[in-house]
């Protein structure tokens, strides 16, 4: 989820930018950026709501199987651990660009 969401900031920014270059008038790129948001964000939720669907469903299977007997594992992928470092370094380097595209010094990690 945060690697997705630091992604579609960093592709708004970049397009954003994008777009004052090309000379649009600014209320004119804020209407078509904030709409494109929403649809986004829109199939986002309903990508959200699908998959939240597919797991409860295999949970409700997999309890299902547990109470009858069967043998159930849980795994994870091995990567998967990396999901949040790799989200963290996406947001990272979209808010230190942000800050920079607005004069700002990034604060100090200590």
Do not use: C
Not at 31 to 53: E, H, K, V
Request: glycine share 10%.
């Amino acid at each position: 989820m945060a690697l997705s969401e630091a992604l579609t900031g960093a592709r708004f920014t970049l397009l954003s930018e994008e777009l004052q270059r090309s000379g649009l008038a600014e209320d004119v790129r804020a209407s078509a950026l904030a709409q494109m948001d929403r649809r986004i964000r829109l199939g986002q939720y309903q990508s959200q709501l699908q998959a939240l669907r597919r797991e409860m469903e295999g949970l409700l299977q997999w309890r299902s199987a547990a109470e009858h007997g069967a043998a159930v594992e849980m795994r994870s992928h091995e990567q998967s651990v990396l999901a949040g470092a790799i989200g963290a370094a996406f947001w990272g380097a979209f808010r230190a660009r942000k800050l920079s595209s607005r004069g700002l010094p990034l604060p100090s990690a200590g």
